[in-house]
């Protein structure tokens, strides 16, 4: 295929220009369209990968499937609790039947390895990640309010297999996807790239 013809400013705006905006700023009762979601997952699928393992997966909870993943991360908190004689907050366990029903989709993200590939696990977490930076980009493209989270089940052995995760699989959190309530945009900050590079030149 012929190289194609980049916009070096584009790039540019829309990298320098991401943001995470979360639950608060978030327009409850109006959802994104589904269209836009496959798009969004499409780029993620354009993540480099080395051996072109292509380790993400995704689940997208949506309508009334995010009622179901509150109620199945609420539950398990709470079995969790009384599980391991852990501290059961009654506050938490409504936070997580409540938060997920703010946004219009909620996609799980996995990093499934590839057996016998001989990829660094470090590598194929390195792939996912990139492929959910993808994500990023084109949903804030669209404008939409966006973030990746790692709460709830993702870091609970008990998890690992409702979300078919084996041997050195990963469950890898959750991006949460909405319109936005504001057309207000935030602020970003970072130290100066001076401090973070160094050069050899001889």
Known sequence: MQRPDFSIEEVNKIIRGRRSLFAAQFKENDPVADSIIEEILENANWAPTHKLTQPWRFIVYTGAGLKKFADYQAELYK?????????????????????????????????????????????????????????????????????????????????????????????????????????NWPEGKRESLAEKVGWVRE
């Open 79 to 183: 079995h969790r609790a009384e599980k391991n004689g852990t501290n059961f907050i009654e506050a938490t366990y409504q936070k997580f039947k409540e938060m997920p029903l703010k946004s219009s989709h909620i996609i799980a993200i996995l990093m499934k390895r590839t057996e016998g590939s001989g990829i660094p696990v470090m590598e194929e977490i390195a792939a996912t990640a990139m492929a959910v930076q993808n994500m990023y980009l084109t949903a804030c493209a669209h404008g939409l309010a966006c973030y990746w989270g790692t709460g709830g089940p993702t870091f609970w052995p008990e998890a690992r297999e409702d979300f078919g995760l084996e041997g050195e699989d990963m469950l890898m959190g959750f991006f949460y996807v909405a319109k936005p309530a504001s057309d």
